[in-house]
């Protein structure tokens, strides 16, 4: 499959401060990426979907000017968590989008995960 | 809207064949994938079914019917690494934004 990497593996920061977090498609060109958070034991939550080039595009009850995500080129989309609160605590995890003709074993429309990012707020 | 069905969670035990089930209701149809995710890790790629059928990937099979909104993740001789979380998920209508069930959590025990 393809891989997707994600920078911090996990982090650990106090209350009030931001953490940015780097999403990487390093097989292909991925003009659509996306931002999950997933709380112990509970199912994938769609924060938003970040694409390249232009605004992300929020889901219901997820605050753009908390979570802001920037989409600058193909390969990269990076999520940074503002004024970050015990309650952000959680497992925040990209993906990417496979274009049409991304060759190989890469199946199109396929996501494909980047390995997470555990954030700790103290 | 999107409403994914899949049971909470299954044993089986290893060496033997589990089919985990997941039924949906979606307007659109853009395909339906199975995916893996091991507890403190990110979901992995299983297999992808956009038209009806089954498709075998060595030990993993999945199956779909869309006229039932319906499929089925075959998993083959168990091991018990394959203890994780299953997930299936479909497109929500006309898009590719992803919406997942809530994940089947298999135990394999010996």
């Known amino acids: 499959g393809a891989v997707v990497s994600q920078h911090p593996s996990w982090v650990i920061c106090k209350s009030g401060t931001s953490v940015k977090i780097e999403c990487r498609s390093l097989d292909f060109q991925a003009t659509t990426m996306f931002w999950y958070r997933q709380f112990p034991k509970q199912s994938l939550m769609l924060m938003a979907t970040s694409n390249e080039g232009s605004k992300a595009t929020y889901e219901q009850g997820v605050e753009k000017d908390k979570f802001l995500i920037n989409h600058a080129s193909l390969t990269l989309s990076t999520l940074t968590v503002t004024s970050a609160h015990p309650e952000d605590s959680s497992f925040y995890i990209c993906?990417?989008?496979?274009?049409?003709?991304?060759?190989?074993?890469?199946?199109?429309?396929?996501?494909?995960f980047g390995p997470g990012t555990r954030l700790t707020v103290l | 809207g999107q409403n994914i069905d899949q049971p909470t969670e299954m044993t089986a035990t290893e060496g033997a064949i589990v089919q985990i089930n997941c039924t949906y209701q979606?307007?659109?149809?853009?395909?339906l994938f199975w995916y893996q995710q091991h507890a403190g890790e990110a979901p992995t790629f299983l297999s992808y079914n956009v038209l009806d059928g089954l498709e075998e990937k060595g030990r993993f099979s999945s199956f779909l019917s869309r006229s039932k909104g319906y499929s089925y993740l075959l998993l083959k001789e168990l091991q018990m690494k394959d203890s994780a979380s299953y997930l299936c998920a479909v497109h929500r209508g006309g898009s590719y934004i992803p919406t997942f069930g809530r994940g089947t959590s298999l135990i394999v025990h010996p």
């Open positions: 993906s990417a989008r496979a274009p049409p003709g991304a060759g190989g074993p890469i199946i199109t429309d396929t996501q494909y």
């Open positions: 979606t307007s659109g149809f853009n395909g």
